[in-house]
């Protein structure tokens, strides 16, 4: 199985910064990565797919980089509702994995 | 308006069977692969089977191989997870999750339902 990384796994920032979170597979993914934010009581929610493009409704200030093993999810100028857990996911292979997930709070 | 709408989680005892079903609408459902992601409590999301959006292909996580199976009925717009053999471990909040595309299996999922909770315990 195809092994997902996250770092870091709990983060504190303050609303209008950048923020980082990066994931890293096991072995080449080629550009199977996406990544979802998840707040607690709800479903998670698709943000990037394809490892940068951004699923239809989502702000602009979320974006996504990275192919083979190395990924990031980028957030350009925190907002309040940004504050949550987000998860990376491979779809590269069966069967998917996902990150362990980075939690994202305010400072 | 696409929905997703999971039904049959309950308290079961260790060694027990269960049932869940995922009814979608607002959508072309024979035409999408569709899954169920778990999540324990307090824990992250484990993906734990999938099927094509015309059934002919499915895979399930080892974790649940040979317990577990994922069926679908197109006719009625459902998907199912019959659970075998449960255990504690299997204790989760169940998603049905959608593919976000049509015409394959892409595994990039949108949207998900609300979940459902299976608890194991005697």
């Known amino acids: 199985d195809i092994q997902m990384t996250q770092s870091p796994s709990s983060l504190s920032a303050s609303v209008g910064e950048r923020v980082t979170i990066t994931c890293r597979a096991s072995?080449?993914?080629?550009?199977?990565l996406g990544w979802y934010q998840q707040k607690p009581g709800k479903a998670p929610e698709l943000l990037i797919y394809?490892?940068?493009s951004l699923q239809s409704g989502v702000p602009s200030r979320f974006s996504g980089s990275g192919s083979g093993t190395d990924f990031s999810l980028i957030i350009s100028g925190l907002q309040p509702e940004d504050f949550a857990t987000y998860y990376c996911?491979?779809?590269?292979?069966?069967?998917?994995?996902f990150g362990q997930g980075t939690k994202l709070e305010i400072k | 308006e696409v929905q997703i709408l999971e039904s049959g989680g309950d308290l079961v005892q260790p060694g027990g069977s269960l049932r869940l079903s995922c009814a979608g609408s607002g959508f072309a459902f024979s035409t999408y692969a569709m899954s169920w992601v778990r999540q324990a409590p307090g824990k992250g999301l484990e993906w734990v089977a999938g099927m094509s959006g015309s059934g002919d292909r499915s895979s399930h996580a080892d974790s649940v191989k040979g317990r577990f199976a994922i069926t679908r009925d197109n006719s009625n717009n459902m998907l199912f997870l019959q659970m075998n053999s449960l255990r504690a471990e299997d204790t989760a909040i169940y998603y049905c999750?959608?593919?976000?595309?049509?015409?394959?299996?892409?595994?990039?999922?949108?949207?998900w339902g609300q979940g459902t909770l299976v608890t194991v315990s005697s």
């Open positions: 999750a959608r593919d976000r595309a049509a015409g394959g299996m892409f595994g990039w999922f949108d949207p």
């Open positions: 394809a490892a940068s």
């Open positions: 072995q080449d993914i080629n550009i199977y």
């Open positions: 996911q491979q779809v590269n292979s069966f069967p998917y994995t």
